[in-house]
């Protein structure tokens, strides 16, 4: 049993950074992959980013890659999202998810188990 909670959302003007970070509980986590997806009102939850539980191999969504980069720390069971060049239409819920390893990295929020509840963040124009 994993659990993750989310932290680091705020309000930032358009250009501006954020770095969110994902806590997990378990001593089990460092053998899980990791991922982050948002959501905003009206929408379906979209995938932004994926990472392996050795942290070797990632995957971004177009919409964010080159802005956004995913990393963890095994030994501190956290996962980050650090977020740059942010635009109002980033604006959204974001959250955490984790998932055992499988033969690819998942990129569907079907494909994780655990999910944290949350973090707001709020891009100004």
């Known amino acids: 049993q994993v659990q993750l909670v989310e932290s680091g959302g705020g309000l930032v003007q358009a250009g501006g950074s954020l770095r969110l970070s994902c806590a997990a509980s378990?001593?089990?986590?460092?053998?899980?992959?990791a991922g982050w997806f948002r959501q905003a009102p009206g929408k379906e939850r979209e995938f932004l980013a994926a990472?392996?539980?050795?942290?070797?191999?990632?995957g971004y969504a177009d919409s964010v890659k080159g802005r956004f980069t995913i990393s963890r720390d095994n030994a501190k069971n956290t996962v980050w999202l650090q977020m740059n060049s942010l635009k109002p239409e980033d604006t959204a819920v974001y959250y955490c998810?984790?998932?055992?390893?499988?033969?690819?990295?998942?990129?569907?929020?079907?494909?994780?188990?655990?999910w944290g509840q949350g973090t707001q963040v709020t891009v100004s124009s």
């Open positions: 998810a984790a998932r055992r390893p499988m033969g690819t990295l998942p990129t569907t929020a079907s494909s994780y188990h655990y």
């Open positions: 378990g001593r089990t986590f460092g053998y899980y992959a």
């Open positions: 990472i392996a539980w050795s942290g070797s191999t990632t």
